[in-house]
């Protein structure tokens, strides 16, 4: 089953109205003292119904939990729609400047701070999930993917594990770059991270920029299952058959 709400982020977009979603195995019906490990997702409104999403197609996970019976909660909101570069700048974890973009502004940091300390501590005491860090996931999509990566680092004692699919790390490749090297994380840190291999052209030498950041990770003891996705676009609809794939790893050997 599926709950959806209004809600403002004060701290990131003033006043305006967002959709907030959780989705709870249908288990719960059976077994009301049951508890799930959660999966937070960025860009909510295109996560579970066609109707909400921006380009009139979702990633399709409802359709994808419930036929799957995959017994786990996700709890994801709406992005920002101001048309001033506001997802751009609330899912950047850093200042950058790009073509077609111009100046934009990183509070991804900001997001991420209100999503810790004042979503996830909602979600955990109004639905039944298992709160620890073993059982906390994050994922997302182009920038909520660079949002996953960081989220997977910079809280590292929040998030075990994270899917980042088609991410944007074409945005502010030195101080990426500097931020992995920086980080300290769980020997059990997995994230799974795709791009599809038709938008590899879209940013020049995106082919050796996601090998880097895959080679780098690695380094750092993340535990990286990497992929280029056969004839995969920049679109929800082929994320969304990209979900049997990064599921398989967020519960690989999960206890």
Same mark, same amino acid.
């Given at each position: ?22 989705? &709870?195995?249908?288990?719960?019906? =059976? ?12 860009? /909510? ?16 996970? =409802? ?7 995959? %017994?786990?909660?996700? @709890? +994801? ?24 973009? *111009? ?16 979503? =996830? ?10 709160? %620890? ?10 920038? *909520? *993917? ?15 594990? @994270? ?7 074409? &945005? +502010?490749? /030195? ?5 992995? +090297?920086? +980080? ?30 895959? @080679?780098?990770?690695?380094? =750092? ?6 992929? &280029? ?12 058959? %990209? ?13």
């Amino acid at each position: 089953m599926l709950e959806v709400w209004k809600m403002t982020i004060p701290e990131l977009s003033g006043e305006e109205e967002r959709r907030a979603y959780v989705y &709870i195995p249908n288990s719960i019906r =059976k077994e009301p003292d049951r508890r799930y490990p959660v999966l937070y997702m960025f860009d /909510g409104h295109n996560v579970f119904y066609d109707s909400h999403a921006t380009y009139g197609t979702s990633w399709g996970m =409802k359709r994808y939990m419930d036929r799957s019976k995959t %017994q786990m909660i996700i @709890a +994801a909101v709406e992005c920002t729609h101001d048309p001033d570069n506001g997802r751009l700048s609330e899912y950047s974890p850093f200042d950058f400047e790009a073509g077609g973009f *111009g100046k934009v502004e990183g509070r991804g940091r900001e997001t991420m701070e209100w999503m810790v300390n004042c979503f =996830k501590p909602f979600v955990d005491e109004n639905f039944p999930t298992l709160p %620890q860090r073993e059982n906390t996931f994050i994922a997302g999509s182009s920038m *909520g *993917g660079l949002m996953s990566v960081y989220a997977l680092l910079e809280y590292n004692e929040v998030f075990s594990r @994270a899917a980042a699919l088609s991410p944007s790390l074409w &945005i +502010a490749r /030195g101080a990426m770059e500097r931020m992995i +090297a920086g +980080a300290s994380v769980a020997p059990d840190t997995v994230l799974y991270m795709d791009y599809g291999q038709r938008e590899l052209g879209n940013h020049r030498g995106m082919r050796g920029k996601f090998a880097r950041a895959t @080679a780098r990770l690695m380094d =750092k003891g993340v535990l990286v299952d990497s992929r &280029i996705v056969p004839a995969g676009e920049h679109c929800e609809a082929s994320w969304e058959r %990209q979900i049997p794939f990064f599921m398989n790893t967020l519960l690989y050997h999960f206890d």
